[in-house]
């Protein structure tokens, strides 16, 4: 079974910028995608940005801000986020492939 275990996260002003890490315990394939999901309070969680050996994906309102990376030697998959802005406040989870999920990580962003 695969797990997974993001850090990262934390309070940064509008503007700034933070980098999440997933690692994934157990084995995994380059063929199935991680990424990040994000749910902020009194919303649905949503795909942030995820990558697979053939494919990168980002949601819209991130494109040109948020860039996610994978080192699959590591089993680790990064977001780095930049320009943040109060509308990116939510917590941040990883996923890999389509049923293991991370614990979540807050990211706050202060006006």
């Known amino acids: 079974q695969v797990q997974l275990v993001e850090s990262g996260g934390g309070l940064v002003q509008a503007g700034g910028s933070l980098r999440l890490s997933c690692t994934a315990t157990g084995t995994i394939s380059t063929h199935y995608p991680m990424g990040w999901y994000r749910q902020a309070p009194g919303k649905q969680r949503e795909l942030v940005a995820s990558k697979s050996r053939s494919s990168t994906n980002y949601a819209e309102s991130v494109k040109g801000r948020f860039t996610i990376s994978r080192d699959d030697a590591k089993n680790t998959v990064y977001l780095q986020m930049n320009s943040l802005i109060p509308e990116d406040t939510a917590v941040y989870y990883c996923?890999?492939?389509?049923?293991?999920w991370g614990q979540g990580t807050q990211v706050t962003v202060l006006e």
């Open positions: 996923r890999y492939g389509a049923i293991s």
